[in-house]
């Protein structure tokens, strides 16, 4: 049974930096796409940075390039977010996804891309 665990959502002010965290229990595969979604009040949820656990390629949505990085520990059980100079409209619950894949979607995929989910991580951007 695989479970992804968010952590690190919060409140922050215009401007401000949030790491958020994403650690996977019960992964088996060996090579896998893991990625960030975002979903705020009202929209689609979108997809903003995935990385490839077996070779670290990872793909920014434009929305976030330069603002946002996506990482990953050396054990390729964990991946990170780091959110910098963060804006009002990236305020949205965050959630991690996960699957076992020989490669990562094009253009970082979509919600069908992924099988598994995280339960998201509420951030809040204050102007």
């Known amino acids: 049974q695989v479970q992804l665990v968010e952590s690190g959502g919060g409140s922050v002010q215009s401007g401000g930096s949030l790491r958020l965290s994403c650690a996977a229990f019960?992964?088996?595969?060996?090579?896998?796409?893991m990625g960030w979604f975002r979903q705020a009040p009202g929209k689609e949820r979108e997809g903003v940075a995935t990385?490839?656990?077996?070779?670290?390629?990872?793909y920014d949505a434009d929305a976030v390039k330069g603002r946002f990085t996506i990482a990953q520990d050396n054990a390729r059980s964990s991946v990170f977010l780091q959110k910098n100079s963060l804006k009002p409209e990236d305020a949205a619950v965050y959630y991690c996804?996960?699957?076992?894949?020989?490669?990562?979607?094009?253009?970082?995929?979509?919600?069908?891309?992924?099988?598994?989910w995280g339960q998201g991580t509420q951030v809040t951007v204050s102007s």
């Open positions: 996804a996960a699957e076992a894949t020989p490669s990562c979607a094009g253009g970082g995929g979509g919600r069908s891309d992924f099988t598994y």
């Open positions: 019960g992964y088996t595969y060996n090579y896998y796409c």
């Open positions: 990385i490839y656990a077996g070779g670290g390629s990872t």
